[in-house]
Structure formats: structure tokens, C-alpha cells
């Protein structure tokens, strides 16, 4: 249950790039940056776009190996729709 949750809110944000001028993206950006949680690093969720290019559609932070987190969230977002491609990025 927790993964399908993580994964419909994953989504839902899939639809929300930084080129649609969402308020606070590059603030939350540059945050994030500077502010590692916990002793590994924090993970964007990345997903790559029929253009080639990517944009950030989620952000695995607290886990004990964000990584792997990241890995698991992506699993069951390509589950979820197949036609994409989904990468983990490190946040900071």
C-alpha cells in the first residue's frame, strides 16, 4: 500500500515540470541541494522526456539508502506506465 500511495503521488507530479513555471521549483532546487537528509544522498526522481531531456518529477529523502528507495519507486512508476523511462539522480 505505502508503495502504491508513493507511486500515485509520483505521478501526479510527473505532470508538473520546471519549464511550466511552477512557483518555488528552483527554490525547492537549490534547498534541496544544500540539505542532505540523513548520511547518504537524497535522490530525484527523473524522468526522461520523448525530447530526450528530463525533469524532475519526484524526491526520495529519509530512507535509509535513498538509492535503493528511488530504485523501488521507479520499479512501480514504469509499472505503472511502461512507455516511460524513469532515472534516480543524486539531489546533493
Not at 510527473?14 to 548520511?39: F, T
Not at 535503493?68 to 512508476?77: F, K, V
Amino acid at each position: 500500500m505505502r508503495r502504491a500511495v508513493l507511486v500515485a503521488a509520483l505521478v501526479c507530479l510527473a505532470s508538473c515540470g520546471p519549464d511550466q513555471g511552477i512557483e518555488g521549483y528552483d527554490a525547492l532546487s537549490r534547498h534541496v541541494e544544500g540539505n542532505r537528509v540523513g548520511g547518504g544522498s537524497d535522490q530525484w526522481i527523473e524522468m526522461v522526456t520523448v525530447m530526450g531531456t528530463s525533469e524532475r518529477v519526484g524526491l526520495i529523502f529519509g530512507y535509509t539508502n535513498d538509492h535503493q528507495a528511488c530504485l523501488q519507486a521507479i520499479a512501480g512508476m514504469q509499472e505503472a506506465n511502461p512507455d516511460r523511462e524513469y532515472v534516480c539522480t543524486p539531489a546533493n
